[in-house]
């Protein structure tokens, strides 16, 4: 993998991939299929596989939830820092990103950095990492994301 990691996540519920991680690199944006082997009560990861390459810079991403209104086809968001935007993209069954088919969320957004979900209420927070004073912002009206998948065996 590249030196620097922009965010790790599960691929949720529903998708070929489920529970299987997957990572993307500030600045690269190389995006990889992570292996895991379990390690007591976390794992290790023991392989990478890179799939794809993502512009701008990623900070972070996240699957936006099935259902959620303005995203008739599965995404995740993806915070990208080195180009003050945030943005989404279609996603395959394996859950990996389609770089042709980015479209801005956020555009002229000052140095916005990772991405999740809330579980309780589907609002999607991300933060600004860059010049003080860094904030969190929160976006409402998603759909609650399922509960986590199992973890990987």
């Not at 990691?5 to 790790?8: F, P, Q, S």
């Not at 997957?22 to 390690?39: E, I």
């Not at 759909?143 to 199992?150: D, F, L, N, Q, T």
């Given at each position: 993998m590249d030196s620097s990691?922009?965010?790790?996540g599960f691929v949720p519920k529903g998708y070929a991939a489920e529970g299987q991680m997957?990572?993307?690199?500030?600045?690269?944006?190389?995006?990889?299929?992570?292996?895991?082997?379990?390690?007591g009560a976390s794992w290790n990861v023991t392989g990478a596989t890179k799939i794809t390459t993502l512009p701008n810079g990623p900070g972070g991403f996240a699957y936006v939830p099935a259902g959620s209104p303005g995203f008739p086809k599965e995404r995740i968001i993806l915070s990208e820092w080195s180009a003050d935007s945030v943005a989404t993209y279609e996603v395959d069954g394996q859950g990996d990103p389609q770089p042709a088919t980015r479209k801005p969320f956020f555009e002229k957004f000052t140095k916005?950095?990772?991405?999740?979900?809330?579980?309780?209420?589907?609002?999607?927070?991300?933060?600004?990492?860059?010049?003080?004073?860094?904030?969190v912002f929160v976006v409402q009206g998603f759909?609650?994301?399922?509960?986590?998948?199992?973890p990987p065996k």
């Open positions: 990691i922009g965010g790790v997957r990572g993307v690199t500030w600045s690269a944006g190389n995006w990889f299929h992570l292996d895991l082997k379990p390690d916005p950095w990772g991405a999740y979900f809330d579980p309780a209420t589907g609002d999607f927070l991300f933060l600004t990492w860059g010049p003080a004073p860094d904030r759909s609650k994301p399922p509960p986590p998948p199992p």
